[in-house]
């Protein structure tokens, strides 16, 4: 919790894996209170963010750069919070986009949903990797920490793609 409110543990990955490892039987039940502790953090920092907004501006951005990174982040905002809340490589800044999410006042179940699943497929993957490889999981992820980053950002590209598919079939033809 602490970690997703702002203060940055890179170390949450491999101490769930090493907990898997040490006490088997309980990986899963600890991979459930970090997606729990994790997503609480995310909640505070969103709604920190959204009061904090509303106290600075009532009106929309002022810029024409402002403007458009609104447009932006209310087409693709949500994947920018999936990718690194999924992802166990430290340089996403997920803080960055969670804030931003809330600032431009997001759906909030929209972004509940994003950050459950991410975290969910994240600390469960965890847990499950710790399990299945035992004491070399914690080497498995720094061996293959690139092949993930790699991984992660081929989703992204993946869903972004699929999404700009799908605006341009449902947007009017020009005829």
């Known amino acids: ?87 166990p490589i430290v ?8 804030i931003s999410a809330g600032c431009l006042r997001t759906k909030f179940s929209k972004f509940l949903a994003v950050v459950l699943v991410a975290r969910t497929i994240r600390y469960f993957g965890d847990a499950w990797l710790g399990l299945l490889l035992g004491r070399d999981a914690e080497a498995f992820l720094h061996r293959n920490a690139w092949p993930l980053l790699g991984a992660a950002v081929a989703m992204g590209a993946g869903v972004f793609l699929l999404l700009r598919y799908t605006e341009r079939r449902s947007a009017p033809s020009l005829q």
């Not at 997703?4 to 006490?23: E, M, N, Q, R, T």
């Not at 609480?40 to 750069?65: E, M, W, Y």
């Open 1 to 87: 919790m602490i970690d997703s409110f702002g203060i940055p543990l890179p170390v949450v990955d491999i101490l769930l894996a090493g907990y898997a490892v040490k006490a088997p039987s309980m990986a899963y039940w600890a991979a459930l209170m970090a997606v729990v502790g994790s997503t609480v953090g995310n909640v505070a920092l969103f709604q920190a963010a959204c009061h904090g907004s509303k106290l600075i501006s009532k009106d929309g951005p002022s810029s024409t750069r402002g403007q458009r990174f609104q447009q932006w982040f209310q087409r693709y905002g949500l994947l920018s919070v999936f990718i690194p809340a999924v992802t």
């Open 91 to 98: 340089p996403f800044p997920l803080k960055v986009f969670v």
